[in-house]
């Protein structure tokens, strides 16, 4: 199903049916303030386990991260932030990056790295930002099943016309863009990048 959310104001009734798909466990793909990215409800194992599975990858060695609605969520799921690292987060969030961070004990098995870490993102976008607030739970938040994003994969009909039938609903919020989040682990001693991306290293160097 090819479902559209204005970018500024999503209509609440398409709103609904991405909540409660998601609750029931449906996968879905969503815009976000970088790419289209496809995820779920982070509590239900078995539509992470399906995303797993249109992807190719073993859910053990997989790197995933999820998408909060602002930074009250970080207590939730991350060990405790210092100061400086949350003044950090509180500058550049919502914003294109993805900061990978110490788990706490309320993130799902699935989806910690061996490590014991967790990616953490807050996009500058209200639709899915929107979504996690209506629904009450992060959803996870991965790329679509493609080697690179190229111009198509910006137009959400050719998502919807390639990827619709592996998911449950592909959400039109507009296009997409072709650059990736800027991804930071804050884990060890100094912020290290790890993928620069669509958001400014120059911020934390």
Known sequence: MLLELH???????????????????????????TVYGMGCDISKSEAVERICRIKGIDPKKA????????????TDYTKSVDTPLFRLLKKTLPGPYTFILPASRQ??????????TVGIRVPDNLICRTIVKELGN??????????????????????HEKFGKLVDIVIDGGPGGMISSTVIDCTGPEIELIREGAGSWEEFA
């Open 7 to 33: 970018p500024q104001n999503p209509n609440p009734r398409n709103l609904h049916k991405v909540i409660e798909c998601l609750k029931d466990g449906g996968v879905v793909i969503y815009p976000t303030d």
């Open 138 to 159: 992060p959803i996870m938040s991965t790329s679509l099943p493609i080697d690179a994003y190229v111009e198509e994969y910006t137009d959400p009909e050719i998502i």
């Open 63 to 74: 790197h995933f991260s999820f998408i909060c609605s602002d930074l009250s969520h970080l």
């Open 107 to 116: 993130v799902p098995k699935l989806l910690k790295t061996k490590r014991d």
